[in-house]
């Protein structure tokens, strides 16, 4: 389904703020220029098509205005430019009615006439000179214009013509059998007219001048040059204004513009067409980059290897090692564990509150040069690959986002704030820990009923009755299995601890890697999230307003 006039103005407009700062300023100041225009010939006259003449010097574009209009408005002559200001005729209506006058105010038109609707030369109160009708037909709201030469030697001249034909709503472009094939018509003025098809007329004047045969050439060629225009189907006439020959064919289609009223959508629709698909082409190929692929994991290795994570998860596991046989050790050497300094704590990255670790930062070593290097190396290589294809104004804007800077401290603050081990011992721990103290004291039994029945025997005192437990007395059972169970215990502590110490340091690398792929997603992704997304935005609306 086509776009309206204003959705495509929308469209195109979103496409701008998309890509502020982005596209060429050039084409930015280009498409703001037909967004005012357009947006301003909104705002005038919907019942009044402009339909204007335009042509070089000699051409007969005047006396063509004259044969259209059948009234001799416009000034003819041998004298070269003959037309200096544009004329403009209003159809039907007072070109001095608010309607009119504001579109011609706009138009920067000051030369005016009015003819009555109806059979052509029936001038209004005889303001036109006085010729004769020559009984054709002219559509009411046709506002007719007569532009000055646009290869006029007179700078001023061409301006006015120029300005003219980027306001014009139908354009009739009036070329000779001499310079119908003229580089400058076509390269300056016709060729930027691409896509305007269904608003632009060439129309072959003086062909009385031609045999027929001669007049079928031309016309084919200037059919074939306007291919090469890129305006094939803008429709091709021969006329003459000295002997009337194809005028009325002209006057036919001109009232018919008119009377549809499409004239003024199609062209302004056309250069809003025409200048999103420059915006389009500004924007380049839609990147092949995906923000989620390979080189994603590449940059969450590279800031984790800048973050000292393989440091911290060493420590975490020496530490949870540690902790585990702090608690479930054998008790009499156990407190030789506590003489070796917990390799978190050296690292600043001991269990400790919420609040403290918001304000807190580690003893980690900075990175070295390599991981810097390699650090900055996977972020360029991210945004290039997620603006892969993209142009290189969008690429060095993704960069400039990109606040490198603040990585070092971000990623330190964020492994100072993740949980690395539980602050509560394991529970087999404190069940391991009873156990040592359950075994040492049946130790510490058996050795002092040992030391009791030794010292007996010394003063040659009668020995007790001491009991038998199994193939050993009681307090020797006690005392050689408190230890060994101890030393068991200890043993099977240690081993547990240290597979329990691997699974830790493995949770607490997957937590630092999601400490930090939210520093990277915030200080890397999201800003090129964004410029990926505006540049998605900016294709996407020019995309829509280039549509048919």
């Known amino acids: 389904m086509s776009l309206t006039l204003d959705e495509r103005l929308a469209a195109l407009d979103g496409a701008l703020r998309a890509g502020d700062g982005r596209l060429p300023v050039p084409l930015v100041t280009e498409a703001r220029t037909v967004l005012g225009r357009v947006r301003e010939r909104a705002g005038l006259s919907a019942e009044h098509t ?18 259209l209009v059948g009234v001799d408005l416009a000034g003819t002559g041998v004298q070269r430019p003959t037309t200096s200001h544009p004329l403009a005729v209003v159809v039907g209506d007072d070109p001095e009615a608010d309607g009119p006058a504001r579109l011609l105010d706009w138009l920067e038109v000051g030369r005016r006439h009015a003819l009555h609707a109806g059979p052509v030369g029936a001038p209004a109160g005889q303001a ?17 214009l007569d532009l000055p030469d646009h290869d006029s030697v007179v700078v001023e001249h061409r301006v006015r013509a120029e300005r003219l034909v980027a306001r014009a709503d139908l354009l009739v472009w009036v070329v000779d059998p001499q310079k119908y094939a003229d580089a400058a018509l076509h390269e300056r003025y016709l060729r930027p007219l691409a896509g305007h098809d269904d ?9 009385d001048r031609l045999s027929a045969s001669d007049i079928d050439d031309v016309l084919r060629d200037l059919r074939r040059l306007a291919g090469l225009d890129g305006i094939e189907r ?47 082409d500004a924007c380049g190929p839609a990147p ?43 008790p009499p050497v156990r407190w030789l564990a506590r003489l070796r300094p917990d390799p978190l704590r050296r690292l600043h990255l001991a269990p400790r509150s919420a609040a403290e670790a918001d304000v807190t930062h580690t003893s980690l070593p900075p990175a070295g040069p390599a991981q810097r290097a390699g650090a900055a190396t996977a972020v360029r290589d991210h945004a290039d690959a997620a603006l892969a294809g993209a142009p290189d104004t969008w690429v060095l804007a993704a960069r400039a986002r990109l606040d490198t800077a603040a990585l070092p401290d971000a990623l330190d603050h964020a492994v100072a704030r993740t949980p690395l081990l539980p602050g509560r011992p394991v529970w087999w721990w404190r069940a391991a820990g009873a156990l040592q103290w359950v075994l040492l004291a049946a130790a510490v039994v058996g050795a002092l009923w040992l030391g ?12 007790p009755v001491t009991p038998v437990w199994g193939p050993a007395p009681a307090p020797t059972v006690l005392l050689v299995g408190g230890v060994l169970g101890g030393l068991l215990v200890a043993a099977v502590g240690a081993l547990a601890g240290r597979l ?40 996407a609306q020019a995309a829509r307003a280039a549509g048919r």
């Open 199 to 207: 608003v632009v007329v060439l129309v072959l004047n003086q062909v």
């Open 500 to 539: 329990g110490a691997r699974a830790r340091a493995r949770a607490a690398r997957r937590r630092l890697r999601t400490a930090v792929a939210e520093v990277a997603q915030r200080l890397v992704l999201a800003p090129l999230a964004g410029e990926t997304d505006a540049l998605g935005a900016c294709r």
């Open 50 to 67: 402009v339909v204007a003449l335009a042509g070089a010097t000699g051409s007969g574009k005047s006396s063509l205005f004259n044969a």
């Open 234 to 280: 803008a429709r091709v006439l021969a006329a003459s204004a000295r002997t009337g020959a194809g005028v009325d064919d002209l006057r036919g289609l001109v009232a018919q513009a008119v009377d549809r009223r499409e004239a003024t959508n199609q062209r302004f629709g056309a250069d809003l067409r025409a200048v999103a698909r420059d915006v389009v």
């Open 452 to 463: 009791g029945i030794a010292l007996l025997a010394y003063l040659q005192l009668p020995d």
């Open 288 to 330: 092949h980059g995906r923000r989620r692929d390979v080189t994603t994991d590449r940059l969450l290795d590279a800031l984790e290897d800048a973050a000292g994570v393989p440091t911290v998860v060493a420590a975490v596991r020496r530490s949870a090692v540690r902790r585990a046989g702090a608690h479930t050790g054998w």
């Open 128 to 144: 036109a000179g006085g010729a004769a009708a020559r009984g054709a037909r002219l559509a009411d709201g046709l506002v007719l």
